[in-house]
Nanobody
Framework: QVQLVESGGGLVQAGGSLRLSCAAS????????MGWYRQAPGKERELVAT??????TNYADSVKGRFTISRDNAKTVYLQMNNLKPEDTAVYYC???????????????WGQGTQVTVSS
């Protein structure tokens, strides 16, 4: 199995910055892609940003130019969030598309989530 542990959430004023981290561990053979999703109260979970093993990135339009996703090794992903807005308030979840040892198809794994609150 794969475990994802997130950290870095918190309370920040509008215009401020936060950096989220997510570390993967477990019986991992390969991680194809990692990403961040968020879910605000009463809304569906939505994609924020993803990054593949080759470094290709994808962002939601709402965060382009403000958020940056990065990886420093195969199992750790970051989300640098600048110029935060109240509408960025949500629980942020880390996701990994990974193969575990002995398997041949990737599946998605989720972290427990970390709260980000942006005050106006």
């Amino acid at each position: 199995q794969v475990q994802l542990v997130e950290s870095g959430g918190g309370l920040v004023q509008a215009g401020g910055s936060l950096r989220l981290s997510c570390a993967a561990s477990g019986s991992i053979s390969r991680i194809n892609a990692m990403g961040w999703y968020r879910q605000a109260p009463g809304k569906e979970r939505e994609l924020v940003a993803t990054i593949t093993s080759s470094g290709s990135t994808n962002y939601a339009d709402s965060v382009k130019g403000r958020f940056t996703i990065s990886r420093d090794n195969a199992k750790t992903v970051y989300l640098q969030m600048n110029n935060l807005k109240p509408e960025d308030t949500a629980v942020y979840y880390c996701n990994a598309q990974a193969l575990t040892i002995g398997t041949y198809w990737p599946r998605g794994y989720w972290g427990q989530g970390t709260q980000v609150t942006v005050s106006s």
